[in-house]
């Protein structure tokens, strides 16, 4: 079964936002590093591809296109299981930032009562002709802008498989003609007239304040909550201008892993520890798996941060990361394992003994998307503990124990921490456990495929009597 990026879930619906990027760059990064601040779970489509869908300047169109897109989105979700539980943003990303939660974004979007929400602009784009067809608005946010929109995953799915399209062709208008129908069909789609969800910036610059931290529209009297430079390099200018005033500060106390948010919540004094990070299971971007570890609310003066790849198409990656980061961490050390997974923990473990106070063994393709992550569960952990991750699309989940047990823990609705036979991609161990880890890798090592190296740990100190435990005190994470 397809299996997508971790979603934010209320309990309702699942959330995440898709987005198209075919390079890195620094807007990239702007737009990942505002996800991250407001807990928004994303995925990035199309990295490494060649661009196909019209003329562009450093992400920017310069002609009409961008059907690639579409292409794109068709191709990501059409695996997609229980679309109609699922609430898809799709918006574009080196223009973009966000200005609000994935909570506001789905108790908004619930609120506007329509299965499809488009941003708007004040521009008709790309053909001016079609303005007499859009119906009276009571802002001058009139015409669809395909730059943003929301809705249920099926409905989504049933927009972009409506009509073939070439990757040059324009993706605004592709919208705008669906728009145009779905008026003849009890409005399946409507447009964000009032700038709620979407604010997008051209020709709107006069519009905009930063009110108390926010961006805010005076004009509509909204906070939007996403929002789009869809202009010239003077709009895109203003875009980083408020990106400066409104996250620089937060961003340079999340590096600092100085923010006071963190310290009335939890033990002032941190303890110190070791991440052991396996690049190993193959992940669509290594760039969301460095980014979860980044973005992570424990001090990084407290963290080394072990990384360890047995691909060396991966290496470019690391050694970058390593080069743009290295300094926010205690330490920072790199491994091309060529000895298998059950040595290369083996070794790792005996490396990182009395090194610090935890361990923690982390798989590639397992997202901590809770940033306080470690802080909370290095408060619940006994000796070995993982947080609970689901693999969507998929009955599997991170940990095994007795069927009726599994059938009762596994509801995410069910709250609290569980005694299991075996844990699975995370696992934070304290330092006192290692060495009955390590005596634990070595025996019966013959009995075990390497892939189940995890099994084969958790079964000797089973045997020892240490239980492994699983925390579903929180939302964690997921799989990428």
Same mark, same amino acid.
């Given at each position: ?172 208008? &592709? ?66 201008? &408020? ?76 050694? $970058? ?10 330490? $920072?050390?790199?491994?091309?394992n060529k000895e298998g997974k059950i040595n290369g923990r083996k070794k790792f473990l005996i490396e990182t ?20 992550? $470690?802080?909370? $569960? ?33 509801? &995410? ?68």
């Open positions: 079964m397809y299996c997508r990026d971790n979603s934010y879930s209320d309990g309702i619906d699942r959330f995440i936002v898709i987005t198209v990027a075919t390079e890195n760059n620094i807007e990239l990064d702007r737009f990942r590093d505002s996800c991250h601040l407001h807990d928004i779970p994303y995925k990035i489509i199309g990295l490494g591809q060649e661009w196909t869908g019209g003329e562009a300047k450093g992400g920017v169109l310069l002609q009409p296109g961008g059907a690639q897109k579409i292409n794109l989105l068709k191709k990501e979700i059409e695996s997609y299981p229980d679309l109609e539980n699922h609430i898809i943003l799709f918006t574009d990303s080196y223009d973009v930032i966000f200005n609000g939660t994935s909570e506001e974004i789905v108790k908004s979007f619930r609120k506007m009562s329509s299965p499809v929400v488009f941003s708007s602009e004040k521009t008709c784009w790309p053909d001016k002709k079609l303005e007499k067809k859009y119906p009276s608005s009571t802002t001058e946010y009139k015409f669809l802008n395909s730059g943003g929109f929301i809705g249920y995953g099926d409905h989504i799915k049933e927009i972009v498989n409506k009509v073939k399209v070439e990757n040059n062709y324009d993706d605004q208008l &592709y919208y705008t003609e669906r728009y145009f129908e779905s008026l003849y069909d009890k409005k399946n789609i409507i447009l964000d007239n009032q700038q709620i969800i979407f604010q997008t910036l051209n020709e709107s610059l006069e519009d905009i304040t930063i009110k108390n931290g926010k961006i805010k529209n005076i004009v509509t009297n909204q906070e939007p909550l996403i929002i789009h430079a869809n202009g010239g390099t003077n709009i895109k200018n203003t875009l980083n201008e &408020y990106y400066h005033k409104l996250f620089k500060n937060s961003l340079k106390s999340l590096q600092n892993n100085q923010s006071d948010i963190d310290k009335p919540k939890f033990n002032n004094n941190y303890n110190n520890i070791t991440i052991g990070l396996f690049i190993e299971e193959k992940v669509p971007n290594i760039n969301q798996t460095f980014d979860h570890i980044r973005f992570l609310t424990y001090p990084k003066d407290k963290i080394s941060l072990h990384i360890s790849y047995d691909n060396k198409k991966d290496k470019y990656l690391i050694d $970058l990361f390593k080069e743009k980061y290295s300094q926010l961490f205690n330490n $920072l050390t790199i491994t091309y003994y009395d090194k610090g106070d935890y361990v923690v063994l982390m798989e590639s393709n397992h997202i901590l998307r809770n940033n306080k992550s $470690l802080q909370i $569960l290095l408060t619940e952990c006994d000796n070995i503990i993982t947080p609970m991750i689901h693999k969507e699309g998929s009955e599997w989940v991170n940990f095994n124990c007795d069927n009726i047990k599994k059938e009762q823990y596994r509801n &995410y609705q069910n709250r609290g921490i569980w005694d299991v036979t075996h844990l699975f991609g995370i696992h934070i161990i304290k330092n006192d456990l290692i060495p009955y880890c390590v005596n634990s890798l070595n025996n019966k090592i013959d009995s075990y495929p390497d892939n189940d190296w995890d099994v084969l740990m958790c079964d000797n100190l089973k045997l020892k009597g240490y239980s492994p435990q699983i925390s579903n005190t929180n939302y964690y994470g997921g799989i990428i």
